[in-house]
């Protein structure tokens, strides 16, 4: 024999209706089925007697809802002839008792509990009379008559005792198919109505199944079985193919709604396995739940969470070594009916911390206070302490039994997504970690631990990439080709779950598919803005998330400071950040060492070369940078190498513009303002606090060539190519070049074209390559010299690559 109960939405529609009795029908086995109320009428139920009680007259319409809601669906699914009339006629005979009543409430604008309770059970009264009818053959049972309850500390709670044996009685011959409203009962003293609990259908299932030794409780829901997380908040998590008793009872408890809690410990007294499956998707397998689940896989089986949690702290010198203080505790609770869900005590014993819902929490303090006044009048133990607006999260697997490094991950992945840990407590049992965070990082704190526990056995690393020019796209297609080998030999998943060029953005917690990242923009994408982007990168709450900035926009760089305080590394292409004002350049990488996320700017000078990275490893090892003297600028050496007697100053910046070696205004290279912000950062980074307007600036072009339209340079420019040329031969003939070079020395900061000679380092500097001589304490009388390809989308592009990478490293 089975026991099927089908909830709320599964009787809620025609469809699902009709789904139901396609179910039970192709059941061999002699069957009891258990529904809920149509979905969504015990919540209007509750609603329209609050409003009937509250003298609005309003409840006429929505008990109009109730009663159009059941009639429509008796003559959607009830074909006439096949009982229809007989059922209309109970149907009608109920909502009018029920009307009754809400009249009655009206007119005294009174609500007892007792008229509540009976309200309530319309609900399902109602629906298991028309899936009756619309199963043929099936025989229609009250529950009213064999579930009993009795009252404790002011709750209705089962007698089981009772129960059972009235099940077994009822049920002495079992029908091929039977019928039974879920969650309402009676009083085994009065008689009267009552029921067991919110989402108590489940349990009158689990109770019939085990007092009847069924062979299986089949849970009939909405998703495909027991998901690792809540399916609502989670938008990846996915169904649990098997768990044990132990597990699913840990994850009902913890706000898993989709079992009523109770439901598990009937079944599991008698080992009967409970399989969750989906009526709106019969073909997927489900969960099953049973004494020995599969433990092989992950190291936790799921994830569930309270966020109406408070909590409340008793400390005072007087509790260490004292005996007793505990069970005062706890026997006071339990005396007012405060149900604990977490206890977590400092071993030192002068603080302890209880979990109780927040409309516990009132009365929770007043009766504790009340236990232990004499200690506090004494100043032994201070008042009660509450905190409320707190969530509670528990992470579930009887395989951490054992198993080292769970604790760790778990809260090495809050310290590192920037959640703090309120409270935590683990009981020896192995099978529970629950802790207590603030209730506005709930949905992040799961986010973060469903992706790292549950979406891979790699390393991940979540990249947003913004700006997808030649510098971005570059980035993505060598992501795009390592990223097999990467996850393969380093264990290490590379996932862009967001993309973004100037007008639109794309983002996808599953990861793009690189080879089609641009068709994916453009068909998916939304609107973008520097706020969309702060928006949506900061809500996602993804873990180990890398924002890449490879645009040179100042509103991007201003997106950094909240990206950093939020957790989010961030590496820039960008120059604009670096080289700002030295508060904002400080401020940022205060904030990245304080909250240990990256902030990391290698490609801001000399694009892939190492030159930051260096000055860093220098600086840390306790070398002192004493000198810095480098060609930083491709744009300037191409020109400065490319000068000859047939190609004149005008003509090679010209040139260098026509083939894409300068800014398009290419007075930016000229007026040196790239070189200025690339050696202020690395001013910045050997440890002189230093702004771009110290940078002494020798410039070889006069002002006025700077001041008007881009029109008036390129007519003017040639004016100096003759002067130019004569002091360029006069230094070929003294076997010299011009190189632009940067230089700090003594925290003094300049650019100036300078003269070098043949012996030096910087004469032979090909093309638009760059050159840094580093100085230092310990590379002295021979400087340590980096030098290669300054520039160019492929090397820069692989900078940030190399950026990102030792970001994974952490
Ligand atoms: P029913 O009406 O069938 O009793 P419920 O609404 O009580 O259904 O429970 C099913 C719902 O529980 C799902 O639709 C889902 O939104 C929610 N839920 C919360 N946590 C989980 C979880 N871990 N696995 C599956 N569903 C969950
Ligand atoms: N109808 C009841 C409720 O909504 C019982 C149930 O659905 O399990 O709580
Ligand atoms: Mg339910």
């Given at each position: 024999?089975?026991?099927?109960?089908?909830?709320?939405?599964?009787?809620?529609?025609?469809?699902?209706?009709?789904?139901?009795?396609?179910?039970?029908?192709?059941?061999?086995?002699?069957?009891?089925?258990?529904?809920s109320a149509?979905?969504?009428?015990t919540?209007?139920?509750?609603?329209?007697?609050?409003?009937?009680?509250?003298?609005?007259?309003?409840?006429?319409?929505?008990?109009?809802?109730?009663?159009?809601?059941?009639?429509?669906?008796?003559?959607?699914?009830?074909?006439?002839?096949?009982?229809?009339?007989?059922?209309?006629?109970?149907?009608?005979?109920?909502?009018?008792?029920?009307?009754?009543?809400?009249?009655?409430?009206?007119?005294?604008?009174?609500?007892?509990?007792?008229?509540?309770?009976?309200?309530v059970s319309?609900g399902e009264?109602?629906?298991?009379?028309?899936?009756?009818?619309?199963?043929?053959?099936?025989?229609?049972?009250?529950s009213?008559?064999?579930?009993?309850?009795?009252?404790?500390?002011?709750?209705?709670?089962?007698?089981?005792?009772?129960?059972?044996?009235?099940?077994?009685?009822?049920?002495?011959?079992?029908?091929?198919?039977?019928?039974?409203p879920g969650f309402i009962s009676?009083?085994?003293?009065?008689?009267?109505?009552?029921n067991l609990g919110r989402g108590g259908s489940?349990y009158t299932?689990?109770?019939?199944?085990?007092?009847?030794?069924?062979?299986?409780?089949?849970?009939?829901?909405?998703?495909?079985?027991?998901?690792?997380?809540?399916?609502?908040?989670?938008?990846?998590?996915?169904?649990?193919?098997?768990?044990?008793?132990?597990?699913?009872?840990?994850?009902?408890?913890?706000?898993?709604?989709?079992?009523?809690?109770?439901?598990?410990?009937?079944?599991?007294?008698?080992?009967?396995?409970?399989?969750?499956?989906?009526?709106?998707?019969?073909?997927?397998?489900?969960?099953?739940?049973?004494?020995?689940?599969?433990?092989?896989?992950?190291?936790?089986?799921?994830?569930?969470?309270?966020?109406?949690?408070?909590?409340?702290?008793?400390?005072?010198?007087?509790?260490?070594?004292?005996?007793?203080?505990?069970?005062?505790?706890?026997?006071?609770?339990?005396?007012?009916?405060?149900?604990?869900?977490?206890?977590?005590?400092?071993?030192?014993?002068?603080?302890?911390?209880?979990?109780?819902?927040?409309?516990?929490?009132?009365?929770?303090?007043?009766?504790?206070?009340?236990?232990?006044?004499?200690?506090?009048?004494?100043?032994?133990?201070?008042?009660?302490?509450?905190?409320?607006?707190?969530?509670?999260?528990?992470?579930?697997?009887?395989?951490?039994?054992?198993?080292?490094?769970?604790?760790?991950?778990?809260?090495?992945?809050?310290?590192?997504?920037?959640?703090?840990?309120?409270?935590?407590?683990?009981?020896?049992?192995?099978?529970?970690?629950?802790?207590?965070?603030?209730?506005?990082?709930?949905?992040?704190?799961?986010?973060?631990?469903?992706?790292?526990?549950?979406?891979?056995?790699?390393?991940?690393?979540?990249?947003?990439?913004?700006?997808?020019?030649?510098?971005?796209?570059?980035?993505?297609?060598?992501?795009?080709?390592?990223?097999?080998?990467?996850?393969?030999?380093?264990?290490?998943?590379?996932?862009?779950?967001?993309?973004?060029?100037?007008?639109?953005?794309?983002?996808?917690?599953?990861?793009?598919?690189?080879?089609?990242?641009?068709?994916?923009?453009?068909?998916?994408?939304?609107?973008?803005?520097?706020?969309?982007?702060?928006?949506?990168?900061?809500?996602?709450?993804?873990?180990?998330?890398?924002?890449?900035?490879?645009?040179?926009?100042?509103?991007?760089?201003?997106?950094?400071?909240?990206?950093?305080?939020?957790?989010?590394?961030?590496?820039?292409?960008?120059?604009?950040?670096?080289?700002?004002?030295?508060?904002?350049?400080?401020?940022?990488?205060?904030?990245?060492?304080?909250?240990?996320?990256?902030?990391?700017?290698?490609?801001?000078?000399?694009?892939?070369?190492?030159?930051?990275?260096?000055?860093?490893?220098?600086?840390?090892?306790?070398?002192?940078?004493?000198?810095?003297?480098?060609?930083?600028?491709?744009?300037?050496?191409?020109?400065?190498?490319?000068?000859?007697?047939?190609?004149?100053?005008?003509?090679?910046?010209?040139?260098?513009?026509?083939?894409?070696?300068?800014?398009?205004?290419?007075?930016?290279?000229?007026?040196?303002?790239?070189?200025?912000?690339?050696?202020?950062?690395?001013?910045?980074?050997?440890?002189?606090?230093?702004?771009?307007?110290?940078?002494?600036?020798?410039?070889?072009?006069?002002?006025?060539?700077?001041?008007?339209?881009?029109?008036?340079?390129?007519?003017?420019?040639?004016?100096?190519?003759?002067?130019?040329?004569?002091?360029?031969?006069?230094?070929?003939?003294?076997?010299?070049?011009?190189?632009?070079?940067?230089?700090?020395?003594?925290?003094?900061?300049?650019?100036?074209?300078?003269?070098?000679?043949?012996?030096?380092?910087?004469?032979?500097?090909?093309?638009?390559?760059?050159?840094?001589?580093?100085?230092?304490?310990?590379?002295?009388?021979?400087?340590?010299?980096?030098?290669?390809?300054?520039?160019?989308?492929?090397?820069?592009?692989?900078?940030?690559?190399?950026?990102?990478?030792?970001?994974?490293?952490?």
């Amino acid at each position: 024999m089975k026991v099927l109960k089908f909830g709320g939405t599964s009787v809620g529609s025609v469809n699902s209706m009709l789904s139901v009795k396609k179910i039970v029908e192709a059941v061999d086995d002699k069957v009891i089925v258990v529904v809920s109320a149509l979905g969504g009428i015990t919540d209007k139920l509750i609603n329209t007697s609050k409003m009937a009680a509250a003298g609005d007259s309003s409840y006429e319409k929505e008990m109009k809802e109730i009663v159009n809601r059941h009639i429509e669906m008796v003559y959607t699914v009830i074909p006439a002839g096949h009982g229809r009339e007989v059922l209309l006629d109970q149907v009608n005979e109920l909502l009018s008792e029920l009307k009754d009543i809400f009249q009655g409430i009206y007119l005294i604008r009174d609500l007892s509990p007792k008229t509540s309770a009976t309200i309530v059970s319309y609900g399902e009264r109602l629906s298991s009379i028309i899936v009756a009818t619309l199963i043929e053959g099936a025989q229609w049972f009250d529950s009213r008559t064999f579930i009993k309850t009795e009252k404790k500390h002011n709750r209705h709670i089962l007698d089981s005792e009772l129960t059972n044996q009235l099940v077994r009685e009822t049920f002495r011959e079992i029908p091929k198919v039977s019928l039974v409203p879920g969650f309402i009962s009676t009083d085994k003293l009065t008689n009267e109505v009552t029921n067991l609990g919110r989402g108590g259908s489940d349990y009158t299932a689990s109770i019939i199944a085990a007092a009847l030794d069924a062979d299986i409780l089949e849970i009939w829901t909405d998703v495909d079985g027991f998901m690792t997380a809540d399916p609502r908040v989670i938008s990846t998590a996915y169904p649990i193919t098997e768990l044990s008793y132990v597990e699913a009872m840990e994850l009902c408890n913890f706000g898993a709604k989709v079992v009523y809690p109770p439901t598990i410990y009937p079944v599991c007294h008698k080992n009967i396995p409970i399989l969750i499956k989906n009526t709106f998707n019969p073909d997927a397998p489900g969960t099953i739940i049973k004494q020995e689940a599969d433990h092989s896989s992950k190291p936790i089986k799921g994830i569930s969470s309270i966020n109406d949690t408070c909590l409340i702290t008793m400390t005072g010198l007087g509790m260490v070594g004292v005996i007793g203080v505990n069970h005062r505790i706890f026997k006071t609770l339990a005396e007012n009916g405060i149900s604990v869900f977490l206890v977590s005590q400092a071993s030192s014993e002068n603080s302890t911390s209880i979990g109780v819902r927040n409309e516990d929490a009132a009365l929770a303090c007043e009766v504790l206070n009340e236990e232990f006044s004499k200690e506090i009048e004494m100043g032994e133990i201070s008042p009660m302490k509450a905190e409320g607006g707190l969530a509670t999260v528990a992470i579930v697997g009887e395989n951490m039994k054992h198993t080292p490094g769970i604790a760790g991950k778990l809260f090495g992945t809050l310290g590192r997504n920037g959640i703090n840990v309120i409270a935590c407590a683990q009981g020896a049992s192995e099978t529970n970690i629950s802790f207590v965070v603030d209730g506005g990082s709930l949905r992040k704190t799961l986010n973060v631990i469903h992706d790292s526990f549950f979406l891979s056995e790699y390393q991940v690393l979540n990249l947003f990439i913004c700006g997808i020019g030649t510098v971005g796209s570059s980035l993505i297609e060598q992501i795009h080709a390592q990223q097999e080998k990467l996850k393969q030999e380093r264990g290490l998943m590379l996932r862009i779950v967001g993309i973004a060029n100037g007008h639109l953005a794309y983002f996808t917690r599953r990861g793009i598919d690189l080879a089609d990242f641009r068709k994916e923009l453009e068909e998916k994408g939304i609107p973008s803005s520097p706020q969309v982007l702060h928006d949506e990168i900061i809500g996602m709450n993804i873990f180990n998330p890398v924002f890449v900035d490879c645009t040179a926009s100042p509103e991007i760089a201003g997106l950094y400071k909240d990206f950093l305080s939020h957790n989010i590394a961030v590496v820039a292409a960008n120059k604009i950040a670096a080289s700002s004002e030295y508060d904002i350049y400080a401020e940022l990488k205060q904030i990245a060492r304080l909250r240990g996320v990256k902030f990391l700017f290698e490609t801001n000078v000399g694009a892939g070369l190492p030159v930051i990275n260096t000055i860093n490893d220098l600086i840390n090892s306790g070398d002192k940078i004493l000198k810095i003297e480098a060609v930083l600028s491709g744009t300037l050496n191409y020109i400065f190498n490319e000068l000859s007697a047939d190609m004149p100053l005008s003509k090679i910046i010209r040139k260098a513009k026509e083939e894409g070696y300068s800014e398009p205004d290419p007075r930016i290279d000229l007026s040196g303002k790239d070189v200025i912000r690339k050696l202020v950062i690395l001013g910045r980074e050997a440890g002189y606090r230093l702004e771009q307007e110290d940078v002494k600036t020798h410039l070889f072009i006069p002002d006025k060539y700077f001041e008007g339209s881009l029109d008036d340079f390129w007519k003017h420019i040639g004016e100096l190519d003759a002067d130019f040329e004569m002091r360029r031969q006069k230094l070929e003939s003294e076997g010299k070049r011009w190189r632009f070079v940067a230089r700090l020395e003594n925290g003094e900061a300049s650019v100036a074209l300078e003269e070098v000679e043949f012996h030096h380092p910087f004469y032979n500097l090909e093309g638009s390559n760059n050159i840094i001589l580093l100085t230092t304490e310990r590379y002295n009388e021979y400087p340590m010299l980096i030098q290669g390809y300054g520039a160019g989308a492929g090397v820069t592009a692989a900078g940030v690559f190399a950026d990102i990478m030792s970001i994974a490293n952490i």
